[in-house]
């Protein structure tokens, strides 16, 4: 400050003087560097909470339209000689000979009809583009769930492919030309034509949660997903959860003060900051290569996730422990509780709410990393629904990764829904810690 | 059978031992318990512990080491057809007879060998399972019967079980020991290995990474070249870019919301940032390839620069948005535990707010703060999902933050995911990373952790 001084009044006369003209100018200064200084914090927090903002509405803004699907409504007569003998046959019998059927000309015919004038084989084949391959199984399973339908003729809204879908969310326009997009002219000149008929519908994409993962966009779901990332932490959780909470009452309550506890202390300070994808390589080292479980199992993926959430529930369930006032184990040890009774009668109890918020806080983090998975095999493409925890699965993190990952334009919506899911499912998580601690805590 | 139903007969066995210990210790003492020794209820506990024990230790037993045992049979059966396999497809056979008897993928057509020696792996795997079972239900319900019968009112129940579940706390925090343990050595041994094939000096001083090596020994161009500089240096101009990103954002806002905002505003500030902090990595990584990148790159053609579409700038950009929560929430308590009494002689003599924050608070904290850019630095340096999704591939050595660059971490998982061939040095060079990536962000964690502890004594 000193040298600024000289800088500013003349030594002759000294900055004593509150009323003299350099004294003001230099007032002056002070408090515009403190206006300056005080909008740049301001502009340093607020730049952070709009890149927040940016990043939220990107993904509501592009992924509200995964929730959707389009559907094309169609006529489809369910002839006899398609099905010829079908009718006869008994019920287990019957899905066989029905998986046998050819929909794609059922499906072919119908829309020949509404398009009489297409006749050669490529425009053939375009026309056919617009339904997604999934359509024929919908048509199957209608007519595993009602027989009686062979040989009538019904109006399906059938599931449209990928591209016609994400043409109608206009995503794809019209004014790009014919070569640069995935649907041509001819194209959108029959949907056109579907759409003034009233034929194509916009509805809720209810599939996107009772399925699997699949390579077309529009038949893709996230419940494999879910439910790999379910079991994963549920196995996190019944691994991470007893251990980390009896560490944390052994280090609070139990432990002597000594070197070796010293030592435990800063390793668990120091394994909460290594990186998540060293977990991933133990676990592929250890639980893969030496004792050989299988690989992409949510069993694995949860062990490894396990020993990641371990610090942190172990550093929140000792502040918790900490946070319990002596007088409450002096009163229990006053009368007649031993050392054990009075951690699992009294202080564990007490500092439940304080545990739970960090375990809560600890597993909403397993729910959010990708890495170790990676490591460890849950990056397959898997179809099937896991059921158990040695069933190859994959998470949810993981599927956002891999539908990322995808070429396919369809996916860039469903990559965005499945992250809207998942931060939902976060934002569940974190409320729920928040409610926990605001419920329970208590101000000794 | 299976494991599950074997654990619920183990844990039913239990239940039972729990509740004939309670009954043998109130009836040894005709109801009165004030003659126990201990409540009741150690007493069933100590027998249903007693029971679970043993048993307990045969699966533990079972699941080490029948692998190993079920595997050396298989050998033993294989044994004339197998000597003169390679270690490597002695392995893919036992892979192929363990997924045979699975019902999953071969790497083979099935022949009736191998179908006999599924047949035969199953088998001993059963049989195995079986007298493992077995004998733990046997050993459980002797120990039972043992323990109750040993039960009498003067036996220390409470003592034994005191004693054991303190033992059982103390086994659980050393697992955090143990998964340190099993980092260092599973990365290290496998680094060794590692260095069998390439010279160590090669592997921190190379200067060019490609780590494709030929199948064939006929193959030309794909040698494989294991020198990890490139990886480190594309790894420090990301963090480098992060860090330039996140220090000043999040120490600005660490600083207005310690100094200047209102405790009404900071209540809304603070959970906003942690929602920053909460967002996981793999939706940054999205985020950056879907809008940053192209962003960036648009933005450089407009301006006549050649902008990469995986460009170091926009994965630092991008992963400097996710530390900035990191660096305000660890400055900002760094900053409030700043004695008060500074500030108001720093106020006494007549400074304003900002001069008090830049002369006396900022280098007090200094220490504090410097340890959050560590800690922050550590964890862009591990961080995956973000650069695996915006950052490059190609090992390329250059300090243009416009190039594609690739990273340690991006480089293990395209080294680790996909079809692994064994033992091959492609393979293992993915430990060598992990390793060198463990051992600097331990450093920097260690360095940061010391400093924090450091400077709290100096104010407490």
């Known amino acids: ?444 | 059978m299976s494991i599950l139903n074997l654990l619920v007969i183990i844990g039913i066995i239990a239940a039972i031992s729990y509740v004939f210990g309670h009954k043998k210790a109130t009836a040894s003492v005709k109801g009165d318990i004030r003659l126990l020794h201990s409540l009741p209820s150690h007493y069933g506990w100590l027998s249903a512990l007693i029971s679970l024990a043993p048993a307990m230790l045969v699966m533990l037993t079972w699941f080490l080491f029948s692998p190993q045992i079920i595997e050396n049979l298989l050998l033993a059966s294989l044994n004339d057809s197998v000597t003169d396999l390679t270690p490597f497809e002695l392995s893919l056979l036992l892979r192929d007879i363990h997924n045979l008897s699975q019902g999953d993928a071969l790497s083979r057509a099935v022949s009736v060998q191998l179908q006999q020696s599924a047949d035969y792996y199953v088998m001993i795997s059963d049989r195995i399972f079986w007298a493992a079972s077995l004998l733990a239900v046997c050993l459980s319900c002797l120990f039972s019967y043992l323990a109750i019968h040993k039960i009498s009112p003067q036996l220390k129940s409470r003592n034994y079980l005191e004693k054991f579940i303190l033992r059982s706390l103390l086994a659980c925090s050393i697992i955090a020991i143990l998964t340190t343990i099993g980092i260092v050595s599973s990365l290290l041994f496998e680094t060794i290995r590692f260095l069998d094939h390439v010279p160590l000096s090669d592997f921190i001083f190379g200067l060019k990474w490609s780590p494709q090596t030929a199948l064939r020994s006929d193959q030309v161009g794909s040698t494989g070249a294991f020198g990890a500089i490139p990886l480190f240096a594309g790894t420090l101009l990301i963090t480098f870019i992060a860090l330039l990103i996140a220090v000043p954002i999040g120490l600005c806002s660490a600083i207005y919301m310690t100094e200047f905002a209102s405790k009404k505003a900071r209540s809304i500030f603070k959970p906003l940032l942690e929602i920053l902090a909460g967002i996981p990595t793999v939706v940054y990584g999205f985020f950056a390839a879907l809008v940053v990148a192209p962003f960036i790159r648009d933005s450089g053609s407009m301006i006549g620069l050649e902008v990469a579409s995986e460009s170091a700038l926009a994965a630092g950009i991008v992963m400097g948005i996710m530390i900035i929560p990191l660096i305000s929430s660890l400055s900002d308590d760094v900053i409030s535990s700043v004695p008060q009494s500074l500030r108001d002689g720093s106020f006494g003599l007549g400074a304003t707010k900002t001069e008090t924050i830049l002369h006396v608070i900022l280098p007090s904290a200094l220490p504090g703060i410097v340890s959050a850019f560590l800690l922050a630095a550590s964890r862009a340096i591990g961080e995956t999902m973000i650069v695996v999704m915006a950052a490059g591939m190609a090992a390329n050595l250059t300090a243009n933050p416009l190039e594609a660059v690739t990273t340690v971490t991006v480089q293990i998982v395209a080294l680790l995911t996909g079809d692994q061939e064994f033992d091959s040095a492609k393979t293992l060079s993915a430990f060598a990373l992990g390793l060198a990536l463990f051992i600097v962000t331990l450093i920097l964690n260690f360095i940061a952790l010391r400093m924090v502890r450091k400077y709290q004594e100096q104010y407490d």
Not at chain 1, 194 to 221: C, H, K, V, W, Y
Request: charged share 20%; with cysteine.
């Open chain 1, 1 to 444: 400050m000193t040298d600024q001084n000289q800088n500013i009044t003349p030594p002759t006369q000294g900055p004593t003087g509150w009323t003299s003209e350099a004294m003001q100018a230099r007032i002056r200064r002070r408090y515009r560097t403190e206006k300056i200084f005080k909008l740049m914090g301001l502009g340093g927090l607020l730049t952070a909470l709009a890149t927040l903002c940016i990043l939220l509405v990107t993904i509501f803004y592009t992924g509200t339209s995964g929730f959707q699907e389009t559907r094309i409504k169609l006529d489809i007569s369910l002839s006899e000689n398609a099905f010829a003998g079908v009718a006869a046959l008994d019920k287990a019998e019957r899905e066989e000979a029905l998986r046998k059927v050819n929909y794609s000309t059922l499906i072919r015919n119908s829309l020949l009809k509404t398009f009489p004038d297409v006749k050669k084989r490529r425009e053939v084949f375009a026309l056919m583009k617009l339904v997604s391959n999934g359509a024929r199984d919908e048509i199957r399973q209608k007519i595993i769930a009602d027989p009686s339908l062979i040989g009538k003729t019904i109006s399906l809204d059938l599931l449209a492919s990928s591209v016609v879908d994400i043409f109608f969310k206009g995503q794809i326009s019209r004014d790009i030309p014919q070569s640069n997009r995935k649907i041509s002219d001819q194209q959108i000149a029959w949907l056109d034509h579907l759409s003034a008929d009233g034929r194509i519908i916009r509805q809720f994409n209810r599939s996107f949660f009772t399925s699997g993962d699949s390579r077309e966009p529009e038949m893709a779901g996230i419940l494999g997903a879910a439910m790999g990332s379910f079991l994963t932490l549920l196995v996190t959780l019944l691994i991470a959860f007893p251990i980390g909470v009896s560490s944390a009452i052994y280090l609070e309550e139990f432990a002597p003060k000594n070197r070796w506890t010293d030592l435990i202390e800063i390793n668990i300070n120091n394994l909460a900051a290594v990186p998540s994808i060293i977990f991933g390589l133990l676990g592929l080292a250890i639980f893969l290569n030496v004792f050989n479980m299988p690989r992409s199992a949510p069993l694995v993926g949860g062990l490894t996730l396990a020993l990641m959430t371990l610090p942190t529930i172990i550093i929140a369930s000792r502040a918790a422990i900490r946070a319990v006032p002596p007088s409450i184990r002096q009163a229990a040890i006053g009368l007649g509780a031993s050392p054990i009774q009075t951690v699992f009668h009294h202080v564990l109890p007490l500092s439940m709410p304080g545990i739970l918020t960090g375990t809560i806080i600890g597993m909403a983090q397993a729910l959010g990393e990708t890495a170790p998975l990676l490591m460890i095999g849950m990056v397959a493409f898997i179809v099937d629904l896991p059921h158990g925890v040695m069933d190859a699965a994959t998470a949810l993190p993981v599927q956002i990764f891999l539908w990322a990952d995808s070429p396919e334009r369809g996916f860039m919506e469903k990559t965005s829904a499945a992250i809207i899911v998942l931060i939902v499912f976060l934002i569940m998580m974190n409320g729920l810690a928040i409610w926990l601690r605001q419920k329970f805590e208590k101000n000794w």
